[in-house]
């Protein structure tokens, strides 16, 4: 079980308050999270990555245990106390604007 | 009792503001969808209570949201705007060529007949549509073979942001770009034309009469008469009598020819409406007084409706889609600025209220007149 935290403005579209959790088949990456994340929550579609290219918005970072992945490739496997629960997977809306 | 209903999208949310047909005493209801911006809502003529509305954020992108229930409840429909082919380059700032890239829908305009059936325009410049209620989306590309290596952004992005359907023949369409200009479809959105002879922008092309590249602000049309069209360009103020074959200015005795909305009368198809601004680059009202103008000749003869306006320290700007009339009668006819205020007139533009004062900055005013 993959535990996902949402930004707040996302939270309110998918109608969820809290965590989200989410069962991926087999090693857990960036990918397999958003794919299971938007096949729960249709409505997530294109709000953290093109749906199109795929690519990750760029107001959009990822976090696990404390590391920025946003930028590593979207197929690494994620750290082990994500993929054992123990610690969340965060969708982040970047501090911009102003 | 007949009533109205104002769908007003803001910068951070989006609200609804009703009254009976008296249109003294006003309910505000929202925001929805607090802290996003709201480009436009507008409901569909076949079923009032279809409300289409654009929601996007330069974090999450862009979404539409749809209400079966007058604004009550929404749900999200499709999102995916995919432009067909390969969509190639148009003109960039610096004169160079730039891809085309998706940005958000500025403008959504639902079917007469069908509420199923609804139109998006977008930044970059393209023409969608849902036959599905918006849950999918389809661009129609021809528009974008017109010339379309020559369209440029305007200050506010290259968007297509106003659509005409014509009442009277299914298969017209208008539609307006900034900057690149009008054009007309006579075949349901499939082929186009540009319509922007007798525009002229000298300061803002080096061929000020190109067949492309105006940067028009807006178009509005009287429903009975859809060869009648009026335009609030970038500067001046025109009008067409045979669909935008040819344009004639009536700016006439406006104090600044420079503005975004244009509306008309919803009885008197020669009565229109513009609120000067006092420049490009000073984009608030001449002198500090918010002034409607009204001309009841089509133009060229202005006269400036300020009873319940502000007329001294008004630095608030009215953008394009800002503007609406309701079909009572007498009409109504409301706008909403750039600093909150959403100001209704329900006698057409003699008095005016301040129905809210404080919204974040409304980006669109639509009024829908309900049974």
Known sequence: MIRVI??????????????????????????????????????????????????????????????????????????PPIRNGEEPFLIVGAMAGG | ???????????????????????????????????????????????????????C???????????????????????????EGTPGTHKWYDGTQHPWEFKRVWHLEPSHTDPDTVYAGVEDAAFFRSTDGGQNWTELPGLRNVK???WQPGA???????????????????????????????????????????????????????????CVHHIAMHPSRPDVLFMQKHWDVMRSDNSGDMWNEVSGNLPTDFGFPIDVHAHEPETIYVVPIT???????????????????????????TNGLPQSDCYVNVLRDAMSVDSLDKCGIYFGTTGGQVYGSSNAGDTWTPIVRDLPAVLSVEAQTLP
């Open chain 2, 279 to 305: 420049s490009d680059s000073l984009h608030f009202p001449p002198d500090g007084k918010l002034r409607v103008y009204r001309s009841r000749s089509g133009g060229n003869e202005w006269e400036a409706l």
């Open chain 2, 57 to 83: 954020s330069g974090w999450f992108g862009q979404l539409i949201q749809r209400s079966n229930d007058g604004g009550k409840t929404w749900e999200p429909v499709g999102n995916k705007f995919a432009y």
């Open chain 1, 6 to 79: 949402l930004p707040a403005h996302l939270r309110n579209l998918a109608k969820v308050t809290g965590e989200v959790s989410l069962d991926v088949d087999g090693a857990p990456t960036v990918l397999s999270v958003l794919d299971a994340l938007e096949a729960r929550y249709p409505m997530l579609r294109g709000t953290i990555r093109d749906q199109i290219t795929l690519q990750r918005r760029p107001f959009v970072r990822f976090f696990a245990c404390q590391e920025d992945l946003s930028l590593d490739p979207p197929d690494t496997p994620l750290p």
């Open chain 2, 156 to 214: 506010g992005g290259m968007c297509l942001h106003t659509i005409i359907l014509d009442p009277k023949n299914p298969q017209r369409i208008y539609i307006a770009i900034s900057a690149a200009g009008a054009f007309r479809s006579d075949d349901g959105g499939n082929s186009w034309v540009p319509i922007n002879q007798g525009l002229k922008s000298p300061w803002e092309l080096p061929d000020p009469t190109a067949q492309v590249g105006h």
């Open chain 2, 1 to 55: 009792m007949s009533g109205v209903r104002l769908l007003v999208g803001t910068k951070k949310g989006a609200f609804i503001l009703t009254s009976d047909g008296k249109r003294e005493k006003w309910d505000v209801f929202g925001p929805h969808f607090g802290g996003w911006e709201m480009y436009h809502l507008k409901g569909s003529p076949a079923d009032p209570n279809r409300i289409y509305a654009s929601q």
């Open chain 2, 148 to 150: 379309s290596d020559l």
